[in-house]
């Protein structure tokens, strides 16, 4: 199955929201994994079944120290937790000195998500910087999502962060992992997509504008606190499923496969 890594070049502008949208809207099993370097918040924000918080050392941390042990086909299915018995999820690190703690892991735990029979992975990396911890998991990844407001700053940064990508792809002699990037942009801003593409295009920078991620404050705020299933109806649901289908269509072109 899939790996795909969602990101923002700048600020945090819901990504674990976006993350989450994306999973409970993907065609066909998905894992939500919170690899947020920064900290996860997943963990704090769900519950399983039962009502129970979810275990904050069982995710991130006990697959890392599987895959430590010598088990680089660690079983992840043995990691996950059910956000409300539904969503699977990859919970992450709580403290900061947790992302040290992990070192050359993350090497080997992008390979067990690559390598995960029956889900696609969704994974939260946050904000991609410069030597950042979860370079591993991008540069591994099927496909990568880039998420940013259609404001100068925001799309300054965004150019930066795709050269950089393409950069250490370059220097590391990898195969380019094909780049998304969703617009957040409300109804006022849908006509900002296109001139994100040209402003990309211009700049020579191998990414495609898949589409924009629907401002929806009062869905994205109700993820924040429970699965709803109901939420599936709403504009941000909605926008997923299309952002989720361009998505495995753009990673399908990388490996030379329909879907």
């Known amino acids: ?3 795909y890594a969602v990101c923002s070049a700048k600020g945090s502008p819901g990504v674990s929201t976006a ?16 690899l947020d370097p920064a900290g996860g918040d ?34 992840v299915h043995e990691h996950l937790q059910a956000a409300g018995g539904r969503l699977p999820l990859l919970v992450g690190v ?23 029979p029956g889900y696609d992975v ?10 950042s911890a979860t370079m591993p998991v991008l540069t591994q990844a099927d496909a990568i999502l880039i998420l940013t407001r259609p404001t100068m700053e925001e799309l300054y940064h965004l150019r930066e962060r795709l050269r950089g990508l393409s950069e250490i792809m370059r220097l590391q002699d990898l195969d380019a992992v ?19 593409q040209q402003v990309i295009a211009a700049a020579g920078l191998p990414a495609t504008v898949l589409g924009a991620f629907a401002l929806d404050p009062k869905t994205a705020s109700a993820l924040r606190y429970g699965l709803d299933v109901s939420a599936r109806k709403s504009l ?8 989720g289908e361009s998505l ?3 990673a399908a072109t990388r490996a030379g496969r329909l879907v």
């Open 19 to 34: 993350s989450v949208a994306l999973g409970m809207s993907w065609a066909g099993p998905a894992v939500v994994a919170d």
């Open 122 to 131: 969704l994974a939260d990396c946050g904000r991609v910087l410069p030597g």
């Open 178 to 196: 094909p780049v998304g990037v969703a617009v957040l942009a409300g109804d006022r801003d849908r006509a900002s997509v296109p001139d994100v």
């Open 42 to 75: 997943l963990s704090l924000r769900y519950r399983d079944q039962e009502g129970r918080p979810l275990d904050p050392d069982r995710g991130l941390m006990s697959l890392a120290a599987s895959v430590r042990r010598g088990s680089e086909g660690a079983d």
């Open 248 to 250: 495995r269509k753009l």
């Open 94 to 116: 709580t403290r900061p000195e947790q992302v040290t703690a992990l070192g050359t892991s993350w090497q080997h735990v992008a390979r067990s998500l690559t390598t995960m």
């Open 1 to 3: 199955m899939g790996l």
């Open 236 to 243: 941000l649901l909605r926008s997923a499923a299309a952002l």
